[in-house]
């Protein structure tokens, strides 16, 4: 692993020359929101908007399954944000 601040840092044996091709692929892949390295560069991150609460709840819901299935536990928020406008006579 690069002594380099701003690299990426991968979790104890993890073999960085493998995991830098996959890393590279989901930081480049085009979308609305794409992955991004986190400012400690210990993770990645993406944001998702839905449009409603139930929508949201289905998808960390399917999340939480994969990463129990695969021993994975990652950090994450929900925020939710609503959006008002008022209208002035």
């Not at 690069?2 to 991968?10: L, Y």
């Not at 020359?17 to 794409?34: C, G, M, Q, W, Y």
């Not at 400012?39 to 993406?46: E, P, R, S």
Request: hydrophobic content about 35%; aromatic content about 12%.
């Amino acid at each position: 692993m690069p002594d380099d601040p701003g690299s990426p840092r991968f979790a104890q044996g993890v073999n960085y020359d493998e995991a830098i091709p996959e890393l590279t692929k989901l930081l480049n892949e085009p979308s609305e929101s794409s992955w991004s390295l986190t400012q400690d560069a210990n993770g990645i991150q993406k944001k998702y908007r839905f449009k409603t609460f139930r929508t949201t709840w289905a998808f960390m819901n399917s999340v939480a399954e994969h990463c129990m299935a695969e021993r994975h536990h990652p950090e994450w928020a929900n925020v939710r944000f609503i959006q008002a406008s008022e209208d002035t006579c």
